[in-house]
């Protein structure tokens, strides 16, 4: 199918898919909240009368969706699981974790055929006792199987209660996941594991050298994954590293892709939040944030976005390249890329500005998802064929905007329900385009503790 603004095939196979790209926001996205009234196209994922936060969703190649989130309950912070099927049927609210605890730092990944994975910690409240790093998966089918421990103790002979685990999947169903913990000398590492699809185990293993934090990780469909890091030197630097976990098992060297700036009066520690996307070969692109070491924007220097390859073979680019443009360049970047190595980079600058990357290195020229200066905690998510769309804060409200393959943006859509103020929104594309957003946000109906409106988990999905 040719589509205005593009020649030849996109290769979607589904012209009313493509359509809900081209004409905006997808529909799953297209519904603006007007006047108080509550969006038709919105719901709550979460039940009625329960305080629920920290969402995240995944959805598959048929455009099912998976929401999770953690419950406050009388026994304990729960970790939950409900599935919204293409047809808009909402399943039942499962607890995936058991009571009597807290859970905390819940993630869910979703493969193109509808088998998912969720992982959280489990916090004790007891600094000698364990705190887990836990998971469960759903089959496709609905089915669920029992809690594992991804690490039965990442504090090693104490409590370490900010592992921040994560998980991703590949088309087959096997599972990658992350996390934080300390080794013997108490030092933060990196760690892996992965969980093949008929539920088995490898080993846990180190990924990373002591001292790091904001551990990132992309996988690819077919099993390959590149996980990024944050790492102090101990001489007041950031560096920005990398590994390859290949498919097969293969796990590549550490690799240095930003040294940042020389450290002086803290004025290196400033490089970090580093994000890595891969295309269907292997090949990875990672941005990051880092000081120039100059200019008029404090200590630091002046922010700007940068950012490297890291090919299957193990290899960096030569140089990184600065996304950026102008003295005070941006921060929080996100990145998107597509089956054939084409990435959408964004970051907070004046609104949220983004740029396009070939596959060859080529940028494109500056854009907006959005001028509003008060833009914040973007998120950017992609589909193998290459359409993208950005989430972020503004004013009190969780915004969104598309970008097609061929480059067309929708407009900026305004997600709440009831006029409410929305927060914390995230996002996820499937593998056949259909997409998904999920917030939080009060429902101003008053049944929690003390009379008080609930926190719920809002979305909006196809209708």
């Not at 048929?62 to 699981?81: D, E, Y």
Request: aromatic residues 6%; contains cysteine.
């Amino acid at each position: 199918m040719t589509v205005p603004g593009e020649r030849g095939s996109l290769g979607l196979g589904d012209e009313t898919m493509w359509r809900r790209f081209f004409l905006g926001l997808p529909a799953v996205l297209a519904c603006i909240q007007l006047s108080g009234a509550a969006c038709a196209d919105s719901f709550y994922a979460s039940p009625a009368a329960q305080d629920a936060n920290f969402a995240d969703v995944g959805i598959d190649g048929g455009g099912n969706a998976i929401f999770t989130w953690t419950s406050f309950t009388p026994q304990g912070i729960i970790v939950q699981l409900r599935s919204r099927s293409a047809a808009g049927t909402l399943g039942a609210t499962k607890t995936l974790s058991k009571t009597g605890h807290d859970a905390q730092s819940a993630h869910v990944a979703v493969n193109g055929a509808g088998a998912a994975v969720a992982v959280w910690q489990i916090h004790h409240g007891d600094a000698s006792a364990k705190t887990p790093v836990q998971g469960r998966a759903r089959a496709a089918d609905g089915t669920f199987g029992t809690i594992f421990n991804v690490d039965p103790h990442p504090g090693g002979s104490f409590s370490f209660d900010f592992a921040n685990p994560n998980v991703a999947m590949d088309d087959v169903g096997n599972a990658v996941f992350t996390w934080i913990g300390l080794d013997s000398a108490q030092k933060r590492r990196a760690y892996a594991r992965t969980r093949a699809a008929d539920g088995t185990f490898g080993r846990a293993f180190q990924l990373s050298p002591p001292g790091v934090s904001e551990v990132r990780m992309a996988v690819n469909g077919g099993g390959d994954a590149v996980f990024v890091w944050v790492w102090n030197d101990g001489a007041g630097h950031n560096l920005i590293q990398a590994r390859r976990l290949s498919a097969d098992g293969t796990r590549g060297r550490t690799k240095i892709i930003g040294q940042g700036v020389p450290g002086s009066g803290g004025g290196g520690l400033a490089t970090g939040n580093p994000q890595v996307a891969l295309n269907s070969d292997g090949d990875a692109l990672i941005v990051w944030e880092q000081p120039d070491g100059a200019g008029a924007c404090g200590i630091n220097g002046c922010p700007k976005i940068l950012a490297r390859t890291l090919s299957k073979a193990g290899k960096v680019g030569t140089v990184p390249q600065t996304l950026t443009t102008t003295v005070d360049g941006g921060r929080s970047p996100q990145v998107a890329m597509d089956s054939r190595g084409r990435a959408v980079v964004t970051w907070r600058h004046s609104g949220l500005e983004f740029r396009t990357r070939g596959a060859g290195g080529v940028l494109g020229p500056l854009q907006q998802f959005t001028t509003a200066t008060d833009a914040d905690v973007p998120v950017l998510k992609g589909d193998p064929a290459g359409n993208t769309v950005a989430v972020w804060s503004s004013a009190s409200v969780v915004q969104a905007r598309t970008r097609s393959q061929a480059g067309v943006l929708g407009p900026i859509d305004t997600f709440s329900i009831d006029g409410q103020s929305s927060f914390g929104g995230v996002a996820a594309i499937g593998t056949n385009g259909d997409a998904i957003v999920a917030w939080g946000q009060l429902d101003g109906l008053g049944q929690c503790s003390g009379g008080t409106s609930c926190n719920r988990i809002g979305a909006a999905a196809d209708p």
